[in-house]
Nanobody
Framework: VQLVESGGGSVQAGGSLTLSCVASRSICSNHCLGWFRQAPGKERERVATYGGYGRISYAGSAEGRFTITRDKDNLYLQMDSLRSSDTGTYYC?????????????????WGQGTQVTVS
């Protein structure tokens, strides 16, 4: 499955962005989709995941500011109250095996990423 992200850009601190991820084929509703980000020189980290039965999980840094939603095979991330620490490349990922983990290495398919810069 191929994933394509869009919606990144440059924004001032306190602003908002909405990221979108479109899958090339149908993804079972029980499969886990997630948003990850990677800042220069840092490891890729989970931002939020959307698992089976609508189970949602956020990283602490995203809780209360970001909202992950899913519409069939599309995944979205509404980001509000952005901070400079949110700067990085944001990736969409899908795990076709069971479970909805938080480690990036447990997701099999990835998009190319979209850049978010907060100044």
């Amino acid at each position: 499955v191929q994933l394509v992200e869009s919606g990144g850009g440059s924004v001032q601190a306190g602003g908002s962005l909405t990221l979108s991820c479109v899958a090339s084929r149908s993804i079972c509703s029980n499969h886990c989709l997630g948003w990850f980000r990677q800042a220069p020189g840092k490891e890729r980290e989970r931002v939020a995941t959307y698992g089976g039965y609508g189970r949602i999980s956020y990283a602490g840094s995203a809780e209360g500011r970001f909202t992950i939603t899913r519409d069939k095979d599309n995944l979205y991330l509404q980001m509000d109250s952005l901070r400079s620490s949110d700067t990085g490349t944001y990736y969409c990922a899908v795990r076709l095996n069971s479970g909805c983990p938080i480690r990036a290495r447990d997701f099999e398919h990835w998009g190319q990423g979209t850049q978010v810069t907060v100044s």
